[in-house]
């Protein structure tokens, strides 16, 4: 198979830290490949070399050069330009060929930009750019909206629209599922199986991986390591190589320590020394067997309640909530949630989970119905925006030591401790911290007091796979009730012992399991999502003067053909007024000359004739598609 992504022997450094030292991993054309590895290793820095906005301190890193490559712009549009429109316009071809054909008066270059556009189904663009927005969560009203009118996040999905409408050779995803939802998620997951041409994806989604990847690309150690399969096939197949590694590595040490101990017995002995030097050189030669060793992943623990509060620790009946009086975003609330309960929220971004969990931990009152909570419950909340919540300038100490200020240090550095931050990491300002270290700083301060009931609004968006096994770990010890919002399939299905579905204005037991919710969301992007505006006839309109004006040098071309048509027919009729001169009639030569004048000129006639019939028809049936 055709390479489309060739690393040979690269390394790069950044600051004097390798990332990659003597790298190598080809990537075949076609290929759906996960990259893997711990956060901070280079995953991103990868990227940047494919692309050439960086280059190697050595070794190569090589694609086709007619290769494209497309990726998701690290700045979401912003502008007042509609999200159909930003998104057609970043096909170039496509714009750049539409411009041309409305100045072009070159029928062959007419004719060839036209055959371009067949070419890149340019006819479909607009459907196809419809489709791809609605799948993100866009319907035909926001697609019609100016970008700027969108938060960062929801703009960040018209970014990952733009390039999946461009549909590059090589498509490269970094994280694009940190902001999606579930229903995003999965509309994205089948989305790539389709995808015609090579996808190198940074995904921390295992279900993603494992729904997609026929590849896994794995960077550890600053070496790049190839294998074949989904996400769960690396897994079993490193796990079983760090075992034949340590296996290997346990013989070389006993065999190691026989031949030094043969050394250490005959050497000074004339009659073995020849035979103790020969070892004494087969163990310099032997170097050492490197174990293949993961690294270490702190846990997360979740302080559980001393007891748990009476159940049901929250019920709803009738309840409604919104932010402006007499606008519900939920309504017909009749729902409990008991001690032990395990939920995850299900819906699309926008119909109101968030809403529904700021309810729940009482950030926002009911504006009708009637809500009971438990005698003394304490509900703790994680939500994305609250990492920027975090001192900047302090560190995790400082943030702990507000919350437990007569505490002994030691205790405080452990309450530290205990959300995976080392000890290096514990003095170590707020700003300066990962993503994912921040993440659990986050996750262990909401969580201080073991509340009766933690709530969770995707909680994995900085953490990487193995943090993000520590998180199903934790809630799985977690004595109290759970409450989780994420995009993580993998999460809510090994997490979550109930569903609830936010839509249509309120929330409801969904009797369904993952898979089911799934079905029903690929089913639903499978017929059409997003539906054509046509105020007034306003769209039919703009359409058809689109259309005209693609088809002007077409229309300009007929006008000339019947010009030529019609000034053949001048000339035959003066022609003919010449024969019935007497005088021309008597002049054999000069009927001659008239005569075959008459022929040629019918001749031209017929042929600009058949040429404006054909194009004339070819105009009506243009312009009636």
């Known amino acids: 198979m055709t390479a489309m992504l060739q690393i040979a022997n690269m390394t ?46 050595s070794g190569d890193v090589s694609v086709p050069k007619t290769l494209r490559i497309g990726q998701v712009a690290q700045e979401a549009p912003g502008t007042e330009r509609s999200l159909l429109d930003t998104v057609l316009e970043a096909d170039t071809e496509r714009t750049d060929l539409l411009a ?43 697609q019609a909206r100016p970008c700027a009118s969108f938060s960062g996040g929801w703009r960040m999905r018209v970014a990952l629209a733009s390039v999946l409408f461009t549909a590059p050779d090589l498509l490269l995803l970094d994280e694009p599922t940190n902001y999606l939802d579930l229903e995003g998620t999965l509309w994205l997951e089948n989305y790539i199986q389709r995808y015609p041409h090579t996808v190198l994806i940074i995904s921390h989604d295992r279900d993603l991986l494992n729904s997609c990847a026929s590849t896994i690309l794995h960077l550890e150690h600053r070496k790049l390591s190839v294998y074949r399969g989904n996400y769960d096939r690396f897994a079993r197949a490193r796990a079983e190589k760090a075992m034949l590694s340590a296996k290997m590595a346990e013989k070389q040490a006993a065999k190691r320590k026989h031949m030094q101990a043969f050394v250490d017995r005959f050497r000074y002995k004339a ?33 559980s309640p001393q007891r748990p509060a ?41 119909n109101g989970k968030s809403t529904f969990a700021k309810l729940l931990a009482k950030r926002l009152e009911a504006e009708s119905g009637t ?15 609250q990492l920027d919540d975090l001192n900047p300038k302090a560190s995790a100490y400082q943030h702990f030591r507000v919350l437990f200020p007569d505490e002994a240090e030691a205790k405080v550095r452990a309450r530290v401790a205990a959300c995976g931050l080392t000890a290096a990491k514990m003095d170590t300002p707020a700003a300066e911290l990962s993503g994912g270290e ?53 999460l809510v299905e090994t997490s979550a012992d109930r569903l609830w579905l936010v839509s249509d204005g309120t929330v409801t037991p969904y009797e369904g399991d993952m898979e089911a919710y799934r079905a029903l969301i690929l089913r639903r992007d499978a017929a059409p999502r997003a539906e054509k505006t046509d105020a007034g006839g306003r769209e039919k309109r703009r359409e058809a003067a689109a259309r005209r004006a ?10 000339e053909l019947e010009e030529l048509v019609e000034k053949a027919d001048k000339l ?54």
Request: hydrophobic share 45%; charged share 25%.
């Open 438 to 490: 921040r993440a659990r700083l986050t996750l262990a301060l909401a969580t201080h007091d073991a509340p009766h009931l933690l709530i969770l609004d995707e909680p994995t968006n900085h953490l990487d796979i193995d943090s993000r096994a520590a998180l199903t770990e934790a809630l799985n010890a977690y004595e109290g009730a759970v409450m989780l919002i994420s995009h993580d399939r993998h």
């Open 550 to 559: 693609e088809l002007a040098p077409m229309r300009k071309r007929i006008g």
């Open 271 to 303: 009659s073995k020394a020849r035979q103790a030097q020969s070892r004494l050189k087969a163990l310099e030669r032997m170097g050492e067997t490197s174990v293949l060793v993961d690294e270490h992943v702190a846990p997360i623990r979740f302080p």
């Open 572 to 625: 035959i009729a003066a022609i003919d007024a010449e024969f019935l001169k007497p005088e021309v009639v008597a002049d054999g030569t000069r009927v001659a000359e008239l005569s075959r004048k008459r022929a040629e000129a019918e001749h031209k006639r017929a042929v600009w004739e058949d040429k404006w019939m054909a194009l004339s028809a070819d105009y009506e049936e243009a312009l009636a598609d």
């Open 310 to 350: 009476a159940s049901p620790i929250i019920a709803l009946e009738g309840a409604s909530a919104g932010y402006a009086p007499g606008r519900p975003v939920l309504s017909r609330l009749n729902l409990r949630v008991d001690h032990d309960d395990r939920i995850a929220l299900l819906g699309a971004n926008g």
């Open 12 to 57: 790069y450094r950044i600051a004097g830290r390798a990332l990659f030292e003597d790298a190598s991993a080809t990537l075949p054309a076609g290929s759906k490949c996960g990259f893997v590895g711990r956060n901070g290793t280079g995953k991103t820095t990868l990227f940047r070399l494919i692309t050439g906005e960086i280059v190697p301190e």
């Open 371 to 385: 809500i009971t909570r438990a005698d003394k419950l304490r509900v703790a909340m994680f939500a994305q925006h």
């Open 100 to 142: 041309a054909a409305e100045t072009e008066t070159d029928p062959e270059a007419i004719a060839a930009i036209h055959t371009r556009l067949a070419d890149i189904d340019a006819h479909s663009a607009e459907a196809r750019a419809a489709s791809i927005l609605a799948g993100l969560g866009f319907d035909a009203e926001a």
